[in-house]
Each structure stands twice: as structure tokens, then as C-alpha cells.
């Protein structure tokens, strides 16, 4: 005799109850224990479901519906606090399992070292992996003031692990000068400042190919996701954003998992940054799956 | 020895102070009791009257002055808190009075459901009526959860009141699947996503009409409007939806009457939303009054 | 493969997976449109739940852990967006099939008009039932602008239901000149801003009776709940509150039922009041159950 | 056809039509421009009057309606931005008037240095004045980083002015050493830390005589009044506030004139510092007019 | 020559430690006590510098690193709070020391008249000085409300002590009638409503003067900058407001000082506008000096 | 010895500006990523440094002024994010050389699990140390879901390295039934709720010793300190907070050392909390130094 959860929002709107019959699963990440600026992005999983039940279950964009598509709602992994080294390997192993059940991956963070195991496991599965990437930052450090493990390399860690070439930034409006010039000497892709028309540019070139799709909720201007750690100002809409998601799903790449990440809860009173989060999952979920 | 209301703002900037020698009325219709997400538009007309302090007299935009339009600000219509039933038909009558008396209405909401009454007065007043809409929400559910009388369904209603050949909606991002098609198949207008470009277009086919313009704040991407009930990205931003409205007012439709509901300032700490709306409305009156 | 919920608070901590074998019923009733002032304690019983993960299982105030009670989250109860007449229906049944049931029920506001069909339906089964009402205000009136079923009336309605000398209040600070005269004219017991020690003496009369005890959450001064619809200065502090759940405790009445009503997760951005609101829940169950 | 203001609390509730007809007058002295820390309570006495319309009429304190009192809500007295001697001045002349016209004033600050010319006028009128001051602050300075009109030199100037003996301040743990040295030296009364008490001691030495009371809200700690320019923890609650008030209504002493002072609305999110200075006000209304 | 540090007074990241070997100067003016709306800038100052912490000292926009410049910052001019005249005095001081030791001065507001003794100063050193502004209002009101110093006199000042031909206003859109008429009798340049494109036609006929650049940071739209005094929709984003720094830096004009003012940190939960002051200030660095 | 401002590092209010000459030494820990609730404490120390501006000089409580101690606040000691085992290193080292030098440290958090360092490096220094610890929470885990290095787990670190039996524990609220059982097991002292009456009868017992005083703020109920990560209800006043910190300063032990942890600013708008740490601070400095 449990109600629907009317308010409650424990899990994704429209999440499908069996893991089994699901094709994606969602799961959350909360872990922030390594940003060097304002944490909290732990929070965002649990805020981005409570929201979703203000979601309509429609895209007027792709004309689709949620319960067109089986999605299964996980909940978050627990991951143990201040100990990145534990919560990436737990990480990992999760994402071994979903890909050995044949699931596709939709993750949320928690700050952004959290895509690093999750695409080391994409590349165990899908050797021909490719990266496209959505970011105010570069993420290209070595290390932060000497942890190797930290929200600002992730990018870095992927590139080096698949290859430089098969990673595609966009949207990159901040990294340091040693991260631009990295990426130019090793053949990586970065789109500085822009997302939509490069992005554009670059989808024909990938097709056919399996690619991990990881957005920063930062890539918008703080305008449309005050809700994060780090803003900086000159990011694009949330407009265009949707554009680039929807961009994705006519092109011909297979999208074989992605991730939201970044949305810290606290800084947005309005909770206009989860609101979108958890519209951007929709498009996702409808448009890629 | 009353001082002039320096911070109080207890009416809108410049308003009248007499009813009689007025042509236009200003009024709060502080109702959100139907709401299905997030409440609070009752504050909204309560908090525009106290920013429009903050207003300058003149806009730069129609070069014009308020002094050179007499409105008369009535306050808040007293409704029931909890009752949809009478405070229709309170709002119902008192419109209805307006018009006897020759008085152009402006409405402030509350939330959307307060425009149905309006509506429905003005229906009578004027046979041949038109609406422009401007909504992030397609408000044309037959009921919300069992319930004819929700703020999902005010455009409903009067669509199916006056003809649904006869509203125009714009800026449309959200809805259920039955909404568009019911549209689509009744004739209805319906522009997705965009409100300048395309009122553009339908504002020649409507000359010499009377029309009603409803605008939910919403139609706003939340970067422009935390403040309210429902927050939903990809919207446009104020400087469209600044140049609609004088797009409006160099066209050659007959402004009847108008409304803008759904502020609800507990959401927003900036006020932004509210200094916004205040805006807004001296545009409406200095461009269509 | 659903992670232990650690963030995501979908129901109160601890609670147990079986309503069958459960001997208590925690539900809420996400209801605030009959509310005259500040509208949002729809959303106090999904905030209350997503922050009790912050507490610990253990009380030191009556040396017992939440695991020593079983209790179900039953959700929230699904209420029509404002329409209070068929909410306030399916309160009453919902609560009767509890009673049939044999459990014992442990409500969360919204506001307090959805006590009176709680109260009822107890009444119904309790006929030599008593309340305890600790609130600051009165809510005696027999209608608030017209409306009968207002969130000022639930203490008038089950005191003419049950007989006034049945109902006692305490910690009232505000109210209308009637509703005090009618209180003492009908032999209704009413401590004016105080409770522990009121209470301490009514404790004994009351003694082997089944109680009621609905408390609304603005019976706190607002520095200790500022996170509710009413906030009203000259209060009690969570200590005496806090107090005043182990007075009962530790006396002989028998409570049958109760609630926590009124918590408006929006105007606290701190989150103290839902996060009081947890504790007092989980002192509610382990002192009462 | 200008409804009651049911929600845009443009004067305090139940505020007198007549100013002819009133005994006492109440006014804002929206001024914040000398603050040396954070600025904003020129907001304060409009987001009172604001919050009013949640208030009950009746007092259960001292069991009297604010019907039973004519006050006239005058607004907010127009003082120019930045221009502390000209405010100063205006402020001055108001009161004289008011004084003159026979009315009991009660005003609504702004910062506390609006209080002197109101005191300067009170004794031109009462020679045998004597200041009742509630307060964090000493606010005994002779000038503040070299100016002289600041809102830390108020009780100075009016000590100097009328005899420190006559001025008697309560609640004080803030100030420079040299101000409770001058306090001490020239016979001024400081009961620091408290206010009911030492109150209670000192009021019948006033008896018979008029007094004007001043409270700075800071004299609650920052827990009951979040929302003024420089909280200081370790203050008085809001129960032993309104006591305070109480004890002075069941004294034999005359007060002649009153303020509250220091209100700052942007500071408090929950909105209790503005809802509390109205219940001070209602009873303070209630308590000794 | 270090300011004792009034408001904080952390420094602006990777801030020189030598005011000798510097050639570019930052410092705070925190006065806010002439503004006619909402006050708080006087904090804007401070909060810039400590989130500065939060910037990279690389600008991927002109290619160039915070440690390729040598700038001091001298923390906040103490200035007597409530005292616009001796305020006026000791910025015009500071300003003529500054040019006289041969250093460029690059002003945080603090309300925009400080940026008036600042123009006065350079005029002094610049006979040939042009002034480009970048705002949402005009600033060109002889008094307010009978005030000669006010914050909406700035640019009136300048341009009649310099002459209005000399001085540039661009995004303007708001202001009074007689402010846009006096413009335009007088040949001073405004550019409603835009920045960027007018800006490019404007810069390459000030080739080779210098240039002060005072930047209001309302000309961004409120949803780019919440936290400020005066909230006006329609304004340009901050992607706009970058590439019109970069058109600048890209043009033959010599900024010879420049100043970025009415940061009003408190109106701003999410600290977005702070960050985005401190973004632009490492680009007005980085791309101008 | 003055580290780099890695979260702003302004200074504490008349702060000396010698290390050598100091004989106090304050100091940030800026270490928030063992938490397992709300993130937030990292910026505590920066804030309350920013808001000490504040602050009187002049204690009114123990007659003394800042003046007459010397302390030198050292800024923040860098921590590298998200890795507790090289911070606790860093923060021991950091002590042993303040004693080395014949300082008294005086630290701020931070989460609490900052304190043990110190607190081992302080039984380095006096064999027969006790510790005096204020706090919500036992903080005497063992564990935390498998972490050794918790903020729930500090004072059963140093419990065990100098003995139950000389840390005593004030104002305890919550904790697991676990932790209780092995203080009383193991012959540490837990005053569970209150703190200023069983302190005044623990005092006598300690005279004499070398005694570090740890503060949790959270000790403080939710009404006087909103900004922290774990509020729980039912705590303390400031009053009693301040009454306990002069308790100490009457009393004949010698405080060898002190913190204040736990101030999370972000999640208080009105800063409250932060100011109030800035007054604790001060009457620590004032009252034991």
C-alpha cells in the first residue's frame, strides 16, 4: 500500500521498477570530495530526481515520450567519503556490471573525476571508444597542487588511456595554458567557447562509431546553471545546449553511455540548475536511447 | 499629511488615482491554489507594485512617458483562498464590470488559471476576439488530475469557448503529446520554441481585431525568470520578449485587454523576475495602450 | 540491484519495508491550498524524509533506536491541487483503512486542515478520544473568509465533533478575540504560550485515555522553525518541544495517532526547520510507539 | 472600486483613514546611508507594513484589538539618498508637526541615527524627558571614523542633549570601552546583557514621567532577528522582548513616543525579522496607546 | 602604499606585492550611500577579490597569463560612510597619486559615482581623454531628487567637464526623457540597447587617444548579473560583454584606466556576479593593460 | 610564516602583524571532504575572518580589548582536496612547529576531524593534556562506513591516545547507541545536552592542567548557528555558549590551545553564524590568552 510518490521523487520520473527488462540505467555518483572550489555536487543526483516530477513526460523536441524507452533508476552508489581512490575503483566495478548485463549507462554527478572510471570501463568494452565532451574547463591537468585524483583531470586520464585523438572538447572556456597547449601537441580536439556549430562539424566525421557522451552542467553559462561549483561567465544557453543533445541524436554515432555532472544544488536557490539537469536527462534518455 | 509612498509601493509606479478618469485598469488576482508544483504566485502582483519603484517613468523603447497614459491600480482582487470555483467567478464579474464601464483590463496573476475568467468576459464583450499566448506550457489539459479547473487548462478552455482557430500560442516547450496533437487537430496555432520570428508572421493575419494577450512569465528561459512556479529551460530570454511585445505594438491588432500571471518572488532572491514583470508591464501599457 | 538510497531520501530513515508487518503508518499529505498567508508545505513531507538521512537511529533522550520500532513509509497521500473538499475525503478514508488495518498512524503536513479528517476518523474508532494540540495558533475559527474548510478551522471542527472539553491546547499565541472566548465559554482548555509545564499538569488527567496529539510545527519560536507558512515571534525553543514529546512519553495516556504539520521547506534555506522536523519524528516514534 | 488590500500591505493593518482622526501616527525613516557595516534597513519599515496583512488584530498578551486604537500609517517620510544633515532636518520638522498636531509618534527606521532628531523634538515638547533604549549597541560614540552624524552616535547625542541621567539603555554587549567608561562616568544607566529584569527595577523610578522608547532590533539575538545590519550573538529572545514591552504597558511610566529601528529585510530570507518587528509593533500599539 | 583593508581587503589573485614595480594599480571604492534603490555594492569589492581565487590565471581569449602583467592591489579607499562629498575628495586624491607615480588605475565599484573624481582625476593627466561607458541607465541626470552627488549624475558630470562629444555611452536602456534629449542636443553618443556592434564602429575613430573605460556591470541583463543595485531586463550577455573587452584590446585606442562597478554581492546567492567581475577584470587586465 | 590565501586569507580583526612577536597564532584548516552530510566547512575560516570586520574591539564581558594580546593570523594551512590522510600530516607538522616556537595555536575549521592532529601534537607537548570538547555529536566512532579518517571519529582518536578518562565532553545530542556505551565504558565523561552547568563542575577537577578546548559550533542549537553541516535540534544558546567559554576564563586550568570547526557559511544567508564564530573567537582570545 505505498502511494504513488507523488512529491517525494525518489527515483527519476518514469523510471521503469525492473532492472532486468530496463536497456539504460541511471544511476547517481555523489562524490565531491576533490574540487578545489565550492563541493556540494553530491547533493545533485537526489535534487535532479525530486525535480523531475515537474517534468512533463513529453519532448515537443524529439516528439517522444519517457515510456517509450525502459529505464531503470538505481539510485546512488555509495561511495566512501573523502576517499576518491576507493569511490573510482567502486565506480569502475559498477560500470563492469551494467556493460556485462548489456545495460546502457546514464550517469549522474557529483563532480567530474567521476566520469574517469566510468569511460575507462566504456573503453574495456568498446575499444574504438570516443569522447565527446561539454565543458566550461579543459580538464586536461596532470595533477591539482599533487593529487593526481582530482575533478580537474579526467579528461587528461581518458585522453591518454584512449588516445588524444579520440577525445572532442567543446564549449572550453577555461584550463590553464599548459592544458590548451597539451592538447594541441597531441592531436586533441578543443572547441573553444562554442559548442553547437563545431559540434556540428565533427558528428560526421564519427559516425558509426560508439561514443561516451560526458556533459559538465557548466558548459552553460552560469545565467542558465548557477547550481554549480565552479561558474564563469561567456558559457552558452541552455538553448543551445539542447540543441547540441539534440544535434547528437540525429547524427550517426552510437551513444553508448554518457553523464550530467557538476549540479550542486545549494548555490541555486530557484533550483532552476536541477530543473534543467533533469530536462537535459530527458532529451538524453529520448533522444540517444 | 499622507507622504508620497517613497518604498511602500503599494500601486504600481504612476498609477491614477482615479478610477472614473481612467481608460486602463491594473489588478492583482492573487490566486495559486491549483497550482500542481511549485506555489507562491499569489505574492507575484504584491511584489511588482513594490519594485515598479525602482522603474524610470520613460522608455527608451516607444519613446514615451507613463505620464501619457491614465491607469488606474485597483489592487488585488479579494479570492478565496482554496476555493477555484468562486474566485472564477468573482474574477469573471469584476472584468465583466470593467468592461461596462469602458476600462481596458491588465491583469497580474497568480497563477494562469485566472486568465480563464478574463477570457471569458472578454468573449463577451468582443464576438470576434483573439488570443495571443506566450507560454513555456501548452495549458490546454482537459483537466489536471481530475480536476476541470487546474492552471494546466485556461488556454484549453477558451479555445474550445471561442474556436480554437482563433488562439495563437507561442514559445512552446512543454506539454503532453494529447496537448499538441489536440491542437493540431482543432485547428489551433501553436508556435514551438520561438515567439518573435513567428508572431511576426500571424500578427498580419489578425489586423484590425480585438485580441487578448496572455503572457506566463514562464515563456522566459529561467535565466531570465527564477521566480516561479514552473522552471523549464530552453526559453527565450527578455530581450525577445521585449521586442514582442513592441512588436505587437507597431502592428495593427487592437490590444483589449491583457494579463502577466505565474511570478511567484519567494523563488527568486535577486527579484529579478519581479523587476522584470514590472517592466514589461510599462511596456504593455506605454506600446499597446 | 538497487543501491541503498544514500542521498536520495526517498522514505524516512529506517523505515520498514513491509506495511504488514509494520505497527506504524508514517504518510504524507502534501496538501496547502486552503492556506491564507505563505503557501509550500506541500513539499515539507519529501523534505523531511530527504534530510532525515542526516540523522542518527539512536536517541539519547529516551535510550532506544529506530530499529526497536516497525514503521512504514507509505508516501504521500495523492490530493487534488486545490480542491480541499475531496482531499480531506481521501485523508478521512486512507486513515480508516489504516485503523481497519490495525496500524497506528503517524501523519505529515502540508497544512493543518488535514488534521480534522484524521481526527475524525479516529474519532471513529476512539470514542473516548482526547487531543493534544501544540500550536501557535488557535484554529478555532468556524470559517476563514467565507471558506469553512480553511486551515483556521481544524481544532474548531474536531472540538465540536468530539466535545470541546476533550481538546487541549497549548503554546497559543495567536487568534482572534472569538476564538479565545469561544474555547472558554465551551470548557475547552487552552495554555497560552506555554507547554511543557501545562502539559505536565493536564498529563495526569488525561491518564489510560487514547490521545491524539497533532502538533504544528510554528509552536516553535520562528528562530527554531523559520521554514513554515506563519512565522510568529514569542515561541518555544526546540528544547521545550523536544521536552514536551518526553513528558508524554514518560506519562500514562496512550497515543493513538498523531502529526507534524506545517513545515514549508522554501522559506528556510538552511534547512533546519525540516531537519527538526526529522528529529522530532524520530523522537515522536521512539518515545510514543 | 479600489479593493482592500488583501495582499499589498501598503499600511499597516488596520491602520486609521484619518489622520485628523488618529491619536497616533506611525511613519518610516527609510534611511541606511551612515551604517558603517551592512546596509538595507531602508527596506525595513515598507517590508513591515508588507508581512502586517499576516497578523491577527488581537493581542492574547494584553487582550485588546487594534481596533481599539486610531493610528494612522502616514508612509514613509521622502528623505534624500546620501545626505545624512538633510535627513536629519526632515526628520526633525515631521515630528514637530506631528507634536504639534497633538499625536503620539511612532516610527519604523532605517538606520538608528534616525532617532535622534525624532528624540531631539520629543524633548522640546518634554522637558522632563526620559529615553528608555533597548539595543546591541551602546551606540554612545561622538563621531565614527570623523563623522559626526552616524548611526553609532544616537544615545550620545540625546544624552548629551537632555542629561545622560534621563537616558537608560538595556540589552548592551557591544560598544568601545571609552563609551561604557562615558556611560559610567556621567551618570548614564547601561544594564548590559539584559533587558527584562533591570527593566522591571527601573521603571518605577520613572513613574509619572513621559518617556520615549527606542528599540534597535539587533537587541534580539541574531537566532530572532537574522535580519538587520550587524548581528551580534548572545541577544535577548523575542519572548523577553515582548515581555519588556509588556512590563513598560503595566508601568506607571508615559510613553509618549516610540521606534524600532534597524530592520534590513535582505539579510533574512525567512522573512521572520520583518514578521516579528510587526507583532512588536501591534503590541506596542496595544501595550501603551 | 597598501590601504588598511576596510572590507577584508584579501587581494585579487596573483596580485603583485609591489606597488613600486607595478605599473597597473586595483583598488576598492566602497561606497554605496547615494544609490536611490537598493544598497550593498560597498561589499563588491571584497567579494570579487575572494573569489578571484576561484579564476585560471590563463585567458584562453587573448592568449595571455595574470603573471605577464605587473598589477597592485592597494585594497579599498577607506571612505566616510554617509559622506558623498569628503568620498568624492579622497578618491580624486588617491587617483591624482596614482597618476603621478605613472601608474594605470583600475577601479572596483561601489556605486557608479565614484567613477566621477576618478574621470576628473584622468582628465587632469588626458586632455585629449575620451570616455567609453558601458551601462543600462544613462547616468545623466543633473541631481536626484535634489542631490547634485547622486549615482545617476556620473556620466552628466564628466561629460560636461570634458565636453559630450568626447563621451560614448553604449547598452543603454534606461533613463529619463530629459537625460536621452540632453544627449542628443549636446552630441554626446548613446547606443540603446547594444554594445558590441556600435562599440566597433565607435573604437576606430578614437584611434590613438586614451581612453578611460567605466563598465556598470547592470548593462549585463539581470540574468548574467543578479547581484547589483538596479535589476533591468534586456540586457546583452556576458559572452557579449567579453568580446566587447576583447574588441578593445583588439582596437588602437590606449585605455589609459578604466574602472567596473555596482557589484552588489548580497542580492546574489549564487555569487555568480562576483565571479563574473572577476572573470572581466582578468580580461580588462589581460586584454587592455 | 604566512601562508598563502588560498581561500581569500583577509585577517582576523586586529590581527598583529608579527609572528615572532605573537604569542598566539590563528590559523584556517580549510578541510571539509570526510563529511558525510553537508559539504561546506572549507570556506568557515575565510568568512569569519571577512566578517570579524564586524566586531567591537572591546569585550564588554571580561573588560579587555584586543589590544592587549598579540596574535598573528597565519592565514589558511593549504590541504590538498580530498585526501584526509596528507592534510592530517600537514596540520600535525603545522602544530609541532607553533609549539616548537612557543605559540598557542588557535585554530579554525574545517570539519572536526582537523582536530585531532592538533590535538595529538598538543599530547606531544603536555604529557597531561585533558581535552575539553563542546559539540552536538560524540564524534567517537570508530569508523565510518569503513573510513578510519571520519569527522564522526576525533575524539575517539584521542580518547584512546591519552585515555577516556581526560575528555570530557559537553552538550551531546546525538551519536550512536555504540559510542555512548563505550565513554561509559571506558571512563570518559558526556554531559549529554547542556554544557554550562556541568562544566562549572568538571572545572575544579581540571585546575591546574594543561587543557585544549575544541568547539563544534554545532553545539549551538540550529536558531543561533544555521550555518554548519549538521544541524540538530535542541541544542544550546549563544548566551550559554559565551557564559561557558567565561566559565573556562574564570576557572584555574590553563587552555594550552583551542578551535572553533565546523562553520559552513553557504548554508546561512543572513551570516549569522559566521559573525557569531567571530565573537567566540574573540572571547576566546580575549578571555583565556
Known amino acids: 500500500m505505498r502511494f504513488d510518490e507523488a512529491y517525494s521523487g525518489n527515483v527519476f520520473i518514469n523510471s521503469h521498477p525492473s532492472y532486468e527488462e530496463s536497456s539504460v540505467v541511471l544511476y547517481g555518483m555523489p562524490m565531491d570530495w576533490t574540487v578545489s572550489y565550492r563541493p556540494g555536487s553530491r547533493f545533485g543526483p537526489a535534487r ?38 576507493r569511490s573510482i575503483v567502486l565506480i569502475e566495478e559498477y560500470i563492469d556490471t551494467l556493460l556485462a548485463d548489456g ?47 582530482s575533478h580537474s583531470t579526467p579528461i587528461r586520464k581518458i585522453a591518454e588511456h584512449i588516445g588524444p585523438n579520440n577525445v572532442y572538447s567543446f564549449g572550453i572556456r577555461s584550463g590553464m595554458k599548459e592544458e590548451f597547449q597539451w592538447a594541441k601537441d597531441n592531436g586533441m580536439h578543443i572547441s573553444k567557447f562554442e559548442v553547437l556549430e563545431p559540434l556540428k562539424e565533427i558528428l560526421p566525421t564519427l559516425a558509426g562509431r560508439p561514443v561516451y557522451v560526458t556533459i559538465d552542467i557548466d558548459v552553460l553559462d552560469p545565467a542558465h546553471a548557477p547550481g554549480t561549483g565552479t561558474v564563469d561567465c561567456g558559457g552558452i544557453t541552455s538553448k543551445e545546449l539542447l540543441a547540441s543533445i539534440h544535434a547528437i541524436a540525429q547524427s550517426n554515432i552510437e551513444v553508448v553511455g554518457c553523464d550530467l555532472v557538476e549540479v550542486a544544488p545549494i548555490y541555486d536557490h530557484s533550483e532552476q540548475t536541477a530543473n534543467t539537469a533533469s530536462k537535459l536527462i530527458r532529451e538524453m534518455i529520448l533522444g540517444w536511447m
Open 48 to 85: 535532479i530526481r525530486e525535480v523531475s516530477i515537474g517534468l512533463e513526460e513529453y519532448s515537443p523536441y524529439v516528439d517522444r515520450e519517457l515510456q517509450e524507452v525502459k529505464y531503470y533508476d538505481a539510485g546512488d552508489i555509495p561511495l566512501p567519503f573523502g576517499n576518491p581512490q
Open 103 to 149: 545495460k546502457i549507462p546514464l550517469g549522474m554527478g557529483g563532480e567530474h573525476l567521476v566520469s574517469w572510471p566510468v569511460m575507462k570501463a566504456m573503453a574495456k568494452k568498446y575499444p574504438d571508444l570516443a569522447i565527446i565532451h561539454m565543458d566550461a574547463h579543459t580538464d586536461l591537468r596532470e595533477e591539482y597542487e599533487g593529487e593526481p585524483l
